[in-house]
């Protein structure tokens, strides 16, 4: 395994909370040395012609996805995520640019070379898309069939890849008998039988419930350490993003809008469609304080309410934030959480009692939070 | 009654003889041109837009000339092919050609049917098209075709019993020339009870046949 993958590794181990403590540093995720670049999107442009005129799906996307990595492209549906991830195993061709695998431009292969190129790139659907007339077994065993991979290899590879997606003894069953997990196993197995170098998954978990979605990405976060094969990933959902990539795309009308580790860009969106794709998952201040909220205490016992950002640089150290607003201090609510090693997130406290004016308090707490906004006060009830 | 026996026996061999060879060669020659019809389509595997429209306008044409009119319209031909216009050898040519196109449209839609997410990920997995066809469309849309297969066969008994009247053997022969032309209302009878009971177990066998195979 390279330093890259190796240093993911490592940050992925540490128990969530081992770097609470203000005095440890975050394992930096940014990259000092130059990047191994696996793929690398140049300009790709996807336009599809349809009876209304030309619809542009991809517009000049230029990516780079690195040796190991687990990668997620998140957007709306129709933002073009399925283009550009097909645009990967050429299911789809894109209109214009370049799309490099370890340098090589994929767009002039040959139906042989794009066959070669096929067999290594695994894919998984959302729908498992697996052959209903064949067993498990025979599931698995088809991309070795028709590579022309004599019987004996076949079955061996199929044990030990039924073992590692946990489906022992399911070789003979029909798809039709197995859960939806247990579908997605067998098309990680399929996916496997070649030995990628990587694996697309085209929304694998969005047919899934909230424990399966568990298992399988564990499963995944499983295959790209074990078999350190760079996983490219389509969703929707932020919260699969946050579980198991290390860095994002944002789609949006086919153009890659934000883009980053997953830490920044969930501790600080810039664009409009990465804070609404990132809402459910934040804390927001309720409905009824809200409409009680007033620019200016109207009794100094008013409470003061402070927004604390945090974005992976400062730690949440709510002791020194107690010393340094003084009053009784609350929290209100807040969800902060750690990804990749960083605290992300935000909280709301509330100041009563302090002598300091808001402006005060905010300038105190910018020595602890990466940013401070003044919301207002509330009358004391 | 014995003699009729006889001849009933001699007249299901018949049918069966001229019914099982069209629907036989039906079957070999159906199955290429579905999997044509559907492929070559816009957007199909084997993306042939002008010959898919050609071959699609001639399995139309067939489709449409009604049975008694195909058969008396196709005599030349099927004299040149068997040296003869009479009896059952003669009556297989326009039963095959009738029956090739009508099962190919059946099989057609089984085909269609299959979810294109299953080609994508042949294609994924490194398929050539010749695999897709083989380890993906056929499989997959079998219980569809051995469906569409039955409804052939219990299609191509009805027509070759019109190929009887025309003097070709067969069940539908000798009910019209005894249970028609003679008022022979036992020899009616008897051959209506034999077809029933053709028709019966063939559509049993091929419902089971169908079910057993899907697996869905």
Known sequence: ?381 | MSLLLERLWASLLDTLLMVGVSSLIALLAGIPLAVFLVTSGRGGIFEAPLANQVLGSIVNLFRSIPFLILMVALIPFTRLLVGTSYGVWAAVVPLTIAATPFFARIAEVSLREVDHGLIEAAQAMGCQRRHIVRHVLLPEALPGIVGGFTITLVTMINASAMAGAIGAGGLGDLAYRYGYQRFDSQVMLTVIVALVALVTLVQFGGDRLAQKLDRR
Not at chain 1, 223 to 233: D, K
């Open chain 1, 1 to 381: 395994m390279n330093s890259r993958a190796a240093q993911y590794k490592q940050a992925d181990d540490l128990p969530d909370f081992s770097l609470l403590s203000a005095s440890s540093t975050p394992q930096p995720v940014a990259v000092q040395e130059p990047a191994d670049i696996h793929l690398r999107f140049e300009g790709v442009s996807k336009t599809y012609l349809t009876a209304q005129g030309p619809v542009p799906a991809l517009q000049s996307i230029d990516l780079e996805i690195r040796r190991g990595e687990i990668f997620g492209i998140i957007g709306r549906s129709g933002a073009g995520k399925s283009s550009l991830l097909r645009t990967i195993n050429r299911l789809e061709q894109p209109s214009s640019g370049r799309i490099l695998i370890d340098g090589t431009d994929i767009a002039k292969l040959d139906e042989n070379r794009l066959v070669a190129l096929r067999r290594r790139i695994g894919m998984i659907f959302q729908h498992f898309n697996l052959m209903s007339a064949k067993t498990v077994r025979d599931n698995v065993e088809l991309p070795l069939r028709v590579a022309g991979v004599p019987r004996e290899a076949r079955r061996r590879k199929v044990d030990e890849l039924l073992a590692l997606v946990g489906l022992d003894g399911k070789h003979d069953v029909y798809p039709a008998q197995l859960s939806g997990g247990q579908k997605q196993r067998v098309g990680i197995a399929r996916a496997l039988v070649h030995n990628p170098e990587i694996l697309l998954c085209d929304e694998a978990t969005s047919a899934l419930d909230p424990e399966t979605t568990q298992a399988i990405l564990a499963l995944l976060r499983e295959i790209n350490r074990s078999l350190g094969l760079t996983i490219v990933l389509i969703t929707h959902e932020m919260a699969v993003i946050r579980e198991i990539c290390q860095r994002v795309v944002v789609l949006e009308k086919g153009q890659a809008v934000e883009q980053g580790a997953v830490w920044q860009v969930f501790g600080e969106p810039h664009h409009a469609t990465t804070r609404s794709l990132l809402a459910p998952l934040r804390y927001d201040l309720p409905a009824d304080l809200q409409a009680r909220l007033r620019q200016q205490p109207e009794q100094p016992e008013d409470t003061l309410l402070l927004d604390l950002l945090f974005t992976g640089i400062h730690e949440p150290d709510l002791a020194a934030l107690g010393n340094v607003l003084g009053g009784r201090i609350g929290l209100l609510g807040g969800n902060v959480e750690r990804i990749q090693g960083r605290a992300v997130g935000h909280l709301l406290l509330t100041v009563a009692g302090s002598s300091l004016t808001a402006n005060e308090l905010a300038n105190q707490a910018r020595h602890l939070a990466d940013r401070v906004e003044v919301l207002g006060y509330v009358a004391a009830a």
